[in-house]
């Protein structure tokens, strides 16, 4: 479900003072010399940036660890005869007659096994009382359908095991589990329905999406900054961190992560609401799981709601309607979003995770608005306040 929200309703946005939270300085001059690293970098063109420890986290190409819960396991057998026959039989019917049998059923050599415990209390405050918590837990735990079908396994036909794991947000993902059988068994029956460390390969996932559990925002220091700079090598833009001594601390694998960076800080520098989350995220209020970043947007504004500050302007002025098309064209260009999802606090239970969806509005868009329509450009500038000075500004909002 998707609902529209203003500033006001982001938790404590109220009380958040402004915040500290920043990604990439404007461009500085440089001395680093990367003909010293590149033999075919161009030594005038370099380009330097400061960045934040939450802006270099996002660059690293290194991998961390998360914490997801183990909830189960799926299990591989070895093909029994019959079922080596079978599928002989599969292969001749599918190459013969188009035929596939497999996708009529399950595959019978794997099973999934999930436990249907339910999800640990939270920690009692009176000692004796989570004492006696952990003993029930504990004269229940024999009697979980996990176990017991574990226990009836013939280890002999078992060719593999691997963990299910739920994360935060309630996706399901495989955990590759180190040993023998009987280790990796042992394991699952350890650590089911526990919190288990899980290895992520690095901060960016894929195309804009950004693991963002593996860096503490409540620690943020706005002090430690990092040099970042941008070489031009082979007629292609390389990116590198560099240490304190100027040496490189690692490659940034894919130039366009810069461009983030610089969406992300434009952004912030006019979007209340975002600052808000992200100040409640300092402040260990919510927890940050995914940051996720769109090209382009296609919010078609003539088939859906404005957003609220261009329904005051059309409330307040008598406009035509050729110059309301004027308006909504210009509104259905140049759309960018930034989407983060995080945990909010819960008393009882496990939170359900929210999405806090931002449509950014290139002010470029509103060139048309500003030549056609300067009366109403000019009061559109003093609500925003900010279109004469910066790139973007906050045109709408929505919460899944």
């Given at each position: 479900?998707?609902?529209?929200?203003?500033?006001?309703?982001?938790?404590?946005?109220?009380?958040?003072?402004?915040?500290?939270?920043?990604?990439?300085?404007?461009?500085?001059?440089?001395?680093?010399?990367?003909?010293?690293?590149?033999?075919?970098?161009?030594?005038?063109?370099?380009?330097?940036?400061?960045?934040?420890?939450?802006?270099?986290?996002?660059?690293?190409?290194?991998?961390?660890?998360?914490?997801?819960?183990?909830?189960?396991?799926?299990?591989?057998?070895?093909?029994?005869?019959?079922?080596?026959?079978?599928?002989?039989?599969?292969?001749?019917?599918?190459?013969v007659f188009k035929i596939d049998l497999a996708d009529?059923?399950?595959?019978?050599?794997?099973?999934?096994?999930?436990?249907?415990?339910?999800?640990?209390?939270?920690?009692?405050?009176?000692?004796?009382?989570?004492?006696?918590?952990?003993?029930?837990?504990?004269?229940?735990?024999?009697?979980?359908?996990?176990?017991?079908?574990?226990?009836?396994?013939?280890?002999?036909?078992?060719?593999?095991?691997?963990?299910?794991?739920?994360?935060?947000?309630?996706?399901?993902?495989?955990?590759?589990?180190?040993?023998?059988?009987?280790?990796?068994?042992?394991?699952?029956?350890?650590?089911?329905?526990?919190?288990?460390?899980?290895?992520?390969?690095?901060?960016?996932?894929?195309?804009?999406?950004?693991?963002?559990?593996?860096?503490?925002?409540?620690?943020?220091?706005?002090?430690?900054?990092?040099?970042?700079?941008?070489?031009?090598?082979?007629?292609?833009?390389?990116?590198?961190?560099?240490?304190?001594?100027?040496?490189?601390?690692?490659?940034?694998?894919?130039?366009?992560?810069?461009?983030?960076?610089?969406?992300?800080?434009?952004?912030?520098?006019?979007?209340?609401?975002?600052?808000?989350?992200?100040?409640?995220?300092?402040?260990?209020?919510?927890?940050?799981?995914?940051?996720?970043?769109?090209?382009?947007?296609?919010?078609?504004?003539?088939?859906?709601?404005?957003?609220?500050?261009?329904?005051?302007?059309?409330?307040?002025?008598?406009?035509?309607?050729?110059?309301?098309?004027?308006?909504?064209?210009?509104?259905?260009?140049?759309?960018?979003?930034?989407?983060?999802?995080?945990?909010?606090?819960?008393?009882?239970?496990?939170?359900?995770?929210?999405?806090?969806?931002?449509?950014?509005?290139?002010?470029?868009?509103?060139?048309?608005?500003?030549?056609a329509l300067p009366q109403v450009y000019t009061q559109?500038?003093?609500?925003?306040?900010?279109?004469?000075?910066?790139?973007?500004?906050?045109?709408?909002?929505?919460?899944?």
């Amino acid at each position: 479900m998707l609902c529209c929200r203003g500033v006001e309703s982001v938790p404590g946005y109220e009380q958040a003072p402004p915040c500290k939270i920043w990604l990439i300085s404007n461009r500085l001059p440089s001395d680093f010399k990367p003909n010293l690293l590149f033999k075919d970098a161009d030594g005038d063109r370099v380009i330097e940036y400061r960045i934040s420890d939450l802006a270099k986290y996002l660059l690293n190409p290194k991998s961390f660890e998360v914490m997801n819960r183990l909830v189960g396991c799926k299990i591989c057998f070895k093909d029994s005869s019959f079922s080596k026959i079978e599928n002989k039989i599969n292969t001749f019917l599918k190459s013969v007659f188009k035929i596939d049998l497999a996708d009529r059923k399950a595959d019978p050599q794997t099973e999934t096994l999930i436990s249907d415990q339910p999800d640990p209390l939270p920690e009692m405050t009176e000692p004796a009382l989570q004492f006696h918590v952990e003993q029930i837990q504990a004269l229940l735990t024999p009697y979980d359908p996990i176990r017991a079908r574990i226990s009836e396994l013939d280890l002999t036909k078992v060719i593999a095991v691997a963990g299910v794991c739920d994360d935060p947000e309630g996706r399901r993902t495989l955990l590759d589990i180190k040993g023998s059988i009987a280790q990796k068994i042992d394991y699952v029956l350890t650590h089911i329905q526990k919190e288990i460390a899980v290895t992520v390969k690095k901060a960016h996932l894929d195309k804009g999406l950004f693991e963002m559990r593996g860096f503490d925002l409540k620690s943020f220091d706005p002090e430690n900054a990092s040099r970042l700079v941008i070489v031009t090598q082979n007629s292609r833009y390389e990116a590198y961190v560099l240490t304190p001594g100027g040496e490189v601390a690692f490659h940034v694998e894919d130039a366009v992560l810069v461009k983030y960076l610089h969406f992300f800080q434009a952004s912030l520098k006019t979007n209340a609401q975002l600052r808000a989350l992200l100040h409640q995220c300092m402040m260990g209020h919510i927890q940050p799981l995914k940051l996720f970043f769109t090209k382009e947007l296609a919010i078609n504004y003539f088939k859906t709601d404005l957003p609220k500050l261009y329904k005051e302007v059309f409330e307040t002025n008598l406009i035509p309607l050729d110059a309301k098309n004027t308006i909504v064209q210009a509104l259905n260009q140049k759309q960018r979003g930034i989407a983060l999802k995080y945990l909010p606090d819960a008393e009882q239970g496990r939170p359900r995770p929210i999405t806090s969806i931002f449509v950014m509005h290139d002010v470029e868009a509103l060139a048309a608005v500003k030549t056609a329509l300067p009366q109403v450009y000019t009061q559109l500038n003093k609500k925003i306040g900010v279109l004469e000075n910066e790139k973007y500004y906050l045109m709408d909002s929505m919460e899944v």
